[in-house]
């Protein structure tokens, strides 16, 4: 019942800015995209509508609260989740159309610490992540029981068989971007987060790589909300998949995903 | 009939809770005092900054209380080389975003009650030879005790919900700083846990209720027995 | 004593006051807006004046140009407000109690006890203020600044918000707690039977200005002060002490200084002292001693002054010993030749009775 309030909402407020029928009309897109992703988004959208007219607003958050939210009808076009897991969610709740579900990015997961400190530490089977956090330290990480870069952050530890000897030394935040906060304020003597976040704070630097076996493979999915999709969206869709954004998301530190 | 988790987790938050406004409410009552008392340069000012957590994002107070009281803060380091007071990624912490989130609702309650105050009664305690203290502790204080009190009870309330400031200040962390709002607020990211978001959600009502009646009450009595009608 | 020298200006409004006060009660006389209460206001240091000097004694309260400025709590003054300003949250007894604790205590003062005997407040006493009558309440506020131990005792019409029936229930206390204490008080009113029953010295104000300062009886004779001589009521203020009791006639003999006065009896010891008040428009002139007449008090006098025609009317002050004035017409001065150092006789048709309480009762 939300959803189609929803709906009918969307609907109105499409009408209302002079939609007229036969041409890519619809003024705006909103794209959900997760905290990790949404500033080189934000970065490919700004020539686009430079180009078409078409604005695009980017909300950005934790993947667990753009997912909630879509599932109860938010009024977005797009969606980019940063774990598979909630497009699948996605899709067993009928909100994306799946036929037209992608894998658009990867990603890499790092160790960081602030910018002026000289701990040197590897991730790699038993490394010494709980003697590095000193006495009262604790280990920034997106939260580990719905933030997908602090699912990929448990996972990896687990590997490594460490996540036990830390489990208790952690700060769980709402989103990877406030993790990052963290350590950038020295709060945190060392936090996990995703190698593009990292990229784009200047309070931190990268300690460590954690191997790509550690984890799940990082994937940032990217599918259309079937009950709100217009033309205008379905042509920044497509332009998620071009050269020119490609160049964008490889200079922000992403692994652009072939078409599949 | 109440898990050890939910124990846990409403335990925390009545002492988050009750020490932000153990520590809020007299400095409140202070700042009160000044803005309906007294006049300086900048009073305006003041004012408004005092008033700044009930309008600015929380996330930004949250943000500003990292900045000022982490553990490299201009106050937070100080607090800490000094006299060894950490409020990183702990319960005090917590307290203290709840406490600075409730500030205003504080000022504003135990302002209006002084300025209800009729200031011949302060005069006259003065030519009875009592300097400014203690017409404060014995007039002052004691005739504003009803809007106090509801000040206190409301900010108790206010602080049981209060959620940006503190999951940005302090982040989630269990047994620590995860008060009743953050642990509702993660079974909402997780799907399928809606009974236990219901019964979570049941219980800080029934709490905020609780504290909410039991101010109106006490109100009631202490503002009779000081006008002196029956109750 | 204490020394007042004021001077502050308020949009239009100028004060300038200057008077003293010793033991005993001086009262400020004056119509409403004279400036009284910001003369009590500016001695209690409630208020402070732009310019001029305010000491008890040795000890300088303010001093404009020594920049000198005591805060209330420190002065040592006593202050009877027009509302009572109980506190509502305590009782009488916490009311009275409140000043106990006075910084700088000057020891003296009545206790408790005997101040609660004098204003009658002994089933009161666990009373909360907002069961209180209004005589009442009044009672208790002089009660508690007694009994702060002041140096000084300020009082601005304390009556002023009570009816009829009430004042005259507290004015005993008044005139009581008056004589027992040690302190300079005070009076600020504008009500003449007031100032007449418990004043020794009168300060009269016109417009912030002090236009007089002196014994009442001096002063309340004078013809020139406008705030006194423009009243229905003017009228001089006498001293006197029962002499004799005419039971058969129901009369009584009153002796003062310059005579005596036959009076409608009134109850009270031979000796006893009492005050006396005489309007001007009860006395009439006659320059031949009159014979067959009704009036019982015709006291020789001397005219002393004639002042200036008002409308219809002229005051005359008379010499009978002590000074009283006439109120007369002016076709009157005229016709008779009322000038000053006439031999005359004053006829006074009626003489009103201020009780004062003999001292030690």
Redesign the interface.
């Known amino acids: 019942m939300m959803r189609s309030l929803c709906q009918s909402l969307a609907a109105i407020v499409v009408a209302l800015s002079g939609a007229t029928a036969g041409a890519a009309q619809s003024e705006t897109v909103l794209v959900f995209a997760a905290a990790s992703a949404a500033p080189a988004i934000r970065a490919i959208a700004d020539p686009f509508t430079a180009r078409t007219g078409i604005s695009v607003t980017v909300s950005g958050a934790a993947t667990s609260t753009l997912a909630q939210q879509i599932v109860r009808g938010a009024p977005a076009q797009l969606v980019l989740t940063a774990h598979p897991r909630w497009m699948t969610h996605l899709s067993d709740s009928r909100a994306i159309d799946a036929t037209r579900r992608t894998t658009l990015l990867g990603n890499e997961l790092v160790l960081i610490a602030p910018l002026d400190g000289a701990t040197t530490l590897e991730p790699s089977f038993g490394f010494a992540l709980e003697a590095a956090l000193g006495r009262d330290g604790r280990l920034a990480i997106g939260d580990p029981t719905h933030v997908p870069a602090g699912i990929y952050a448990r996972q990896a530890l687990t590997t490594l068989g460490v996540w036990a000897s830390v489990a208790d030394r952690l700060a769980p935040a709402g989103n990877v971007v406030a993790a990052v906060t963290f350590v950038a304020r020295g709060e945190s003597p060392l936090g996990i987060a995703y190698r593009t976040d990292a990229a784009l704070s200047d309070g931190v630097r990268v300690v460590g790589l954690f191997p790509a076996s550690s984890h799940d493979p990082v994937r940032y999915d990217l599918a259309p909300v079937s009950a709100n999709m217009t033309p205008a969206a379905d042509a920044f869709l497509n332009h998620l998949r071009s050269d020119a954004a490609r160049t964008v998301f490889e200079r922000y530190g992403f692994r652009v995903m072939a078409a599949s | 009939m109440l898990s050890p988790l939910e124990i846990e987790i409403i335990t925390l938050s009545l002492r988050v809770s009750f020490w932000a406004v153990l520590i809020g409410l007299p400095l409140a009552i202070g700042a009160a005092w000044l803005l309906a008392r007294t006049t300086f340069p900048g009073k305006v000012l003041v004012d408004g900054i005092l008033h700044l957590p009930l309008v600015v994002p929380p996330v930004i107070v949250g943000?500003a209380l990292?900045?000022l009281f982490?553990?490299?803060?201009a106050i937070g380091s100080i607090l800490y080389d000094a006299f060894g007071v950490?409020f990183?990624?702990n319960w005090k912490g917590a307290a203290l975003a709840s406490g600075v989130m409730a500030f205003p609702l504080m000022v504003r309650a135990v302002r209006l009650s002084i300025e209800a105050i009729?200031q011949?009664?302060e005069?006259?305690?003065?030519?009875?030879?009592?300097?400014?203290v203690r017409v404060f502790a014995?007039?002052t204080l004691?005739?504003a005790l009803p809007g106090v009190l509801s000040g206190a009870v409301l900010a108790f309330a206010r602080s049981l919900g209060e959620f940006g400031a503190t999951?940005?200040f302090?982040?989630?962390?269990p047994g620590e700083t995860r008060t009743l709002p953050l642990a509702i607020?993660?079974l909402?990211?997780?799907?399928g846990s809606e009974a236990a978001i219901g019964r979570l959600v049941l219980i800080s009502i029934a709490i905020a209720l609780a504290a909410l009646i039991l101010s109106e009450v006490l109100s009631r009595r202490i503002g009779a027995?000081?006008?002196?009608?029956p109750t | 004593m204490i020394s007042v020298a004021i001077q502050k200006r308020h949009g239009a409004f100028a004060l300038n006051a200057r008077f003293e006060a010793g033991l005993g009660v001086t009262a400020l006389f004056g119509v409403s807006g004279a400036g009284k209460t910001s003369i009590v206001n500016a001695i209690a240091g409630l208020d402070q004046p732009d310019t001029g000097r305010i000491a008890i004694g040795n000890t300088t309260l303010f001093d404009s140009e020594q920049r000198i400025f005591l805060p209330p709590e420190r002065r040592g003054i006593g202050y009877v407000f027009q509302e009572d300003r109980l506190f509502p949250h305590l009782t009488v007894k916490g009311n009275l109690r409140y000043g106990r604790r006075r910084p700088n205590d000057h020891g003296k003062g009545l206790d408790l006890e005997r101040v609660v005997t004098l204003l009658g407040l002994e089933t009161l006493l666990d009373r909360l203020p907002h069961r209180l009558s209004g005589g009442e309440k009044q009672r208790v506020a002089i009660g508690r600044a007694v009994l702060s131990r002041p140096q000084l005792l300020l009082m601005d019409e304390p009556l002023a918000n009570l009816d009829a029936l009430r004042r005259d229930e507290i004015l005993p206390f008044l005139e009581r707690m008056c004589r027992d204490l040690a302190v300079p008080i005070i009076y600020v009113s504008h009500a003449i039977d007031e100032i007449t029953r418990l004043a020794d010295t009168l300060v009269v104000l016109d417009a912030g200005k002090t236009i007089a300062a002196g014994p009442v009886a001096e002063v309340t004779a004078r013809l020139d002060l406008a705030p006194l001589v423009d009243r229905r009521d003017a009228g001089t203020v006498l001293d006197g002490q029962i002499e004799d009791h005419d039971g058969p006639h129901q009369l009584t003999t009153v002796s003062f200084e310059g005579g005596r006065l036959v009076i409608p009896a009134i109850g009270g010891a031979i000796g006893e002292r009492l005050r006396l008040r005489i309007q001007a428009r009860d006395v009439a002139i006659a320059t031949v001693p009159p014979n067959n007449i009704s009036t019982l008090n015709c006291l020789p006098g001397v005219i002393a002054a004639v002042g200036a025609p008002r409308h219809a009317h002229q005051d005359v002050q008379i010499d009978v010993g002590v000074p009283i004035l006439a109120r007369v017409t002016r076709r009157s001065v005229t016709d008779l030749g009322l000038r000053p150092g006439r031999d005359i006789t004053a006829l006074i048709k009626s003489v009103a009775v201020e009780r004062t309480v003999a001292p030690g009762s």
Do not use: K
């Open positions: 943000y990292l900045v982490g553990r490299q803060g950490s990183a990624f009729d011949r009664l005069t006259a305690a003065r030519t009875l030879g009592a300097n400014r014995t007039i004691p005739l999951i940005t302090v982040s989630n962390i607020f993660n909402t990211q997780v799907p027995r000081i006008r002196g009608t």
